[in-house]
Every structure is written in C-alpha cells, then in structure tokens.
C-alpha cells in the first residue's frame, strides 16, 4: 500500500484499532510508533465520541493502551477495574491492594 492510501485507512479506525494493528508486526510498529504517525493517534482518538484529550504527559499510544485495555498494569490479568487516574494505572482488585 501506499504511504498516502495508509494514511486514509488510518483515518477510520479508533485507536484500540490502531494498538492491535501495532502489536500486529514490526512493520506496523514501526509506522505507527513514529513521532510522525501522530496526527494518525489524534485522529483515531477524535472517532470516539467523548473520550477526551490525551494529557499532554502521556503519548497518544500510551493513552490508548490505558483507556482501552483492560488488563491490570502489574499481573496483566483481565480486569474491569476503572483507570486509576491519579497514577495512570489500571489495577486488578488483588493488584490495587497490594499496591
């Protein structure tokens, strides 16, 4: 594909999306790990409805890792434990009180 029929592609797709497409292949990592990619992050994140602006302090895939995946940050078990905004950190119930 090209860079430019990417990019549009790109545009359509949310960033859980783009995380899975990223843990797909070293190619996809690497286009999309790219400071350059994150006009494409942005984008993504703008096509869900109300999720608001990535903190200036986290990047764009590292937000998304945190809002979408719903993985405990310590043991890597499913949770649906919420975000622990105050530490960017999602915790498993056993995890956050051992924490």
């Known amino acids: 594909l090209t860079t430019s029929v990417m ?9 859980r999306d783009l995380l899975n497409l ?4 070293r190619d996809f990592r690497d286009l999309l790990m790219r400071r350059s990619s ?3 992050w942005k984008i993504a994140r703008q ?4 999720l608001p602006a ?24 499913p949770t649906q434990s919420a975000v622990l905004w105050e530490f960017l950190v999602r915790y498993c119930t056993s995890c956050k009180n051992s924490q």
């Open 7 to 15: 990019s549009q592609i790109l545009t359509h797709l949310d960033p």
């Open 22 to 25: 990223a843990r797909t292949s």
């Open 38 to 40: 994150a006009l494409s």
């Open 47 to 50: 096509n869900v409805e109300g």
């Open 54 to 77: 990535c903190p200036p302090f986290l990047s764009e895939p590292a937000y998304a890792n945190l809002v979408f995946f719903k993985y405990c940050h310590n043991c890597l078990k």
